[in-house]
């Protein structure tokens, strides 16, 4: 069965997959975590996002492993553990427009699509309902309203040690659903057979209840 887990930035979208998951025995895919590593590459190798070749050479160089495990996955660039790198406030900003290269799509849409090839998975994102995985037996649109998602980003934010205003977050979380909304190739949208889940005010253990009910249907 593959599960596709669809939304804007902030939805809890990457929570309740990795729980279904594990409650599923299924493998989880972060599909945003690998447009997060390939924006660390962009970051490090100071590249512009209108150099093709630059692009084109930095994809075929590039190395990405996800490693499942207990303690939660692993994200490996080039064999180095870039789990926490991928979560700075830098490459918050940056992944948006990284994520809208047409070379870069491309690239993991193909890494993506041979994962779940390998079978039980449940993958989130921004495009996998309408595009990596459009015959997805379950289709989730999870999402929540722009101040409820920015605050659980500022707390999420704030615990590991950034300090940020929930302004700031704010902007961001605007600035990156209407990058992700209005992006010409493969934007986010709710698949048409998708399930709308809204979780704002809800948590988390109930939104998990109400995907595994959907789950539970299908089967
Ligand atoms: O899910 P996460 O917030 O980590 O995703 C980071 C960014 O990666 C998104 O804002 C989006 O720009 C991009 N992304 C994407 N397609 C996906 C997953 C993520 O464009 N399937």
Redesign the pocket.
Known sequence: MRIAIDGP?GAG??TVAKILAKKLGFTYLD???M??AVTVLFLENNLSLADENGIKRLLENADIKIIPGDEGQKILLNERDVTDLIRTPQVSEL??KV?ALPEVREYLTELQRKIIAKGNVVA?????GTV?MPEAEVKIFLTASAEERARRRHRELLARGYEVSYEEVFREVLK?DE??TTREI?PLRKAEDAILVDTTGLKIEEVVAKLLEIIGRKQ
């Open positions: 930035a979208k990457s599909t945003g975590a447009y997060r992944v948006a994520s989130d994102g921004r495009d996998i990596v990156r990058l992700d493969s």
